[in-house]
């Protein structure tokens, strides 16, 4: 038996959204494709397999990516979707699934690599904000006429957009960064520094 589940999970809460897939596991849904909101599962034992999201560098069909997910399933370690450059990862339960010694090095890779997101798209919002101001003072100092009065308004635009993105993102980055933290401190205590 099989279902579909439209669920939808932003890209910083990976965590949540493994959580909800080995959930999914111990009830004896086994996820066999997922992607950026749908998710296919396959009626199977409780836990018999576990899940994890991965960030690839590059995307999944690259070249090196193609040689990594090769690597895995010689690991037994099967790619069952992908969202971007994010794999859906299982493993069977029964093999040991992924090893807990480096589930906090892993979460902390994926915290910095959505924080590189988060800055990447930072700088966009300033580069538009700046565009914004430059092109809002140009238009104010040229004389009226229709085209100037749209190019004030596609300015104005651009520069009201890009604020009210930046101060959406601001909390949610916040709460990355403490997650990064709290992983860190995490590390720290289970490696006994």
Known sequence: MKKKVYKLFFVWEYDKEEKWLNKMSAEGWQLIKGSSYRYLFERGEPN???YKLE?????????????????LKEANIENVG?????????????DGGFSSDNKTLSHINHSLRVEEIYHTSRNTFILLLSIAFIGSFVT??????????????????????????????????????????????ELYIVEGV
């Open 140 to 185: 104010g100092y040229l004389p009226e006429s229709a085209i100037v009065s749209f190019f004030s308004g596609f300015f104005m635009g651009i520069g009201i957009s890009a604020a009210v993105l930046s101060l959406i993102l601001m909390p949610i980055m916040r709460a990355n960064f403490k997650k990064i933290k709290n992983y860190i401190r």
């Open 82 to 94: 992908k969202c971007r450059n994010w794999i859906f990862l299982r493993k069977k339960t029964a």
């Open 48 to 50: 018999e397999y576990e």
């Open 55 to 71: 960030l690839l560098d590059e995307e999944p069909d690259s070249l090196k990516s193609k040689n990594y997910i090769d690597f």
